[in-house]
């Protein structure tokens, strides 16, 4: 009777580490990885595709903004290029019944870009930094719209968007 005993416990140990022994073997080998069957998506550079290959490429298309701009013959609106979206393409309408002729001055380096551009009444432009010769972008930072009304009060609004390539702002 103590040798069925004895049998029985000695085959009970054996089984339980076949069982711990087996799973080990068959998951340790999946963690090893096959330099062939490598994906490259996580080392391959953002800027490249390749034909056929289903990686895609981020664009930096950020920073939209926006404002209406309301109030005395005067007025100011801002806005800010973040870094590496120098692109930029505004929508600068007129909402009111004189004309009003607008500034865009980059306010850390005092550059203007937009110098007294005319909108007629119920008028709208549209501005491309790629169109006014700025093919490598504006500078990053904040930026100033002064709208001028001459005699009257100024009624306009203006949308922008930034971008990382020209492509982004057309």
Same mark, same amino acid.
């Given at each position: 009777m103590k040798k069925k005993h004895l049998i029985?416990?000695?085959l009970s140990l054996g089984l339980l580490g076949g069982a711990i022994a087996v799973p080990s073997a068959i998951f340790a080998d999946?963690? =090893?990885t096959d330099s062939a069957n490598t994906s490259t998506t996580a080392t391959q550079d953002a800027g490249t595709t390749i034909t056929g290959d289903h990686v895609v490429t981020p664009q930096n298309v950020g920073n939209t903004f926006g404002s209406r701009v309301q109030g005395g013959?005067?007025?100011q609106s801002s806005f800010d290029v973040p870094r590496g979206y120098g692109h930029v393409k505004l929508t600068l309408k007129n909402n009111s019944s004189y004309? =009003?002729?607008v500034s865009l001055l980059h306010n850390d380096s005092g550059k203007e870009y937009i110098s007294g551009t005319r909108i007629s009444p119920g008028s709208s432009?549209?501005?491309r930094s790629t169109d006014e010769g700025y093919t490598d972008g504006l500078?990053?930072?904040s930026y100033t719209l002064q709208w001028r009304g001459g005699d009257y009060n100024v009624n306009a609004?203006?949308?922008g968007i930034a971008g990382s390539?020209?492509?982004d702002i057309r």
């Open positions: 029985a416990s000695a999946s963690d =090893v013959a005067t007025v004309p =009003v002729r432009i549209t501005w500078r990053s930072g609004e203006f949308n390539r020209p492509a």
